[in-house]
T-cell receptor
Framework: GQQLNQSPQSMFIQEGEDVSMNCTSS?????WLWYKQDPGEGPVLLIA?????ELTSNGRLTAQFGITRKDSFLNISASIPSDVGIYFC???????????FGKGTRLSVIA | NAGVTQTPKFQVLKTGQSMTLQCAQD?????MSWYRQDPGMGLRLIHY???????DQGEVPNGYNVSRSTTEDFPLRLLSAAPSQTSVYFC????????????FGNGTRLTVT
């Protein structure tokens, strides 16, 4: 089946630093999504991307849908302690096909 | 706003026991799905449904059954639990088609001894 390669697997950063993570696929997707999971909770949507080349921001978060449709990245600027969690990318081919998830990036922020 | 509700939050089973994980959503979403989350494995799709009466297998369906008799409910059944099914299970829903991201429940943590 389809697989997403998400990197890095984990990150330890100082508070205030910027963060970058990315996802690549061997096949194209028409939707890219980024989710965050806090401990003991389900993933929550951060940003949705629906068009190749699209760059979308949500506060300190910025994500881009790669031109080839096979990759996406997420940047977090000026990290704060509450950014700690697991970040997942997900790709979807059509609205009626299941999401394919990356294995997640575990972010730790050192105050 | 209830959203996606999963019960129970925690469950311990013995090998061979059966149980049903409940999932209900109040958003009138056509699409519902079950994922399991294991350390280092991310979220893997077990089963999904695009509407009442329709179900399909995901990446890791073995050992699990589902049914979708109503739009609101999508229970996941373990007929004979195995230790390999120890995991955190998430139910998620969305509108079918178009730009409708998944909404997740808060998970059920299952331990099989």
């Amino acid at each position: 089946g389809q697989q997403l390669n998400q990197s890095p697997q984990s990150m330890f950063i100082q508070e205030g630093e910027d963060v970058s993570m990315n996802c690549t696929s061997s096949s194209i997707f028409n939707t890219w999504l980024w989710y965050k999971q806090d401990p003991g909770e389900g993933p929550v949507l951060l940003i949705a991307l629906y068009k190749a080349g699209e760059l979308t921001s949500n506060g300190r978060l910025t994500a881009q849908f790669g031109i080839t449709r096979k990759d996406s990245f997420l940047n977090i600027s000026a990290s704060i302690p509450s950014d700690v969690g697991i970040y997942f990318c997900a790709g979807q081919l059509t609205g009626n096909t299941p999401l394919v998830f990356g294995k997640g990036t575990r972010l730790s922020v050192i105050a | 706003n209830a959203g996606v509700t999963q019960t129970p939050k925690f469950q311990v089973l013995k090998t061979g026991q059966s149980m049903t994980l409940q999932c209900a959503q109040d958003m009138n979403h056509e699409y519902m799905s079950w994922y399991r989350q294991d350390p280092g494995m991310g979220l893997r799709l077990i089963h999904y449904s695009v509407g009442a009466g329709i179900t399909d297998q995901g990446e890791v369906p073995n050992g699990y059954n589902v049914s979708r008799s109503t739009t609101e409910d999508f229970p996941l059944r373990l007929l004979s639990a195995a230790p390999s099914q120890t995991s955190v299970y998430f139910c998620a829903s969305s509108m079918a088609g178009g730009r409708s991201p998944l909404h997740f429940g808060n998970g059920t943590r299952l331990t099989v001894t």
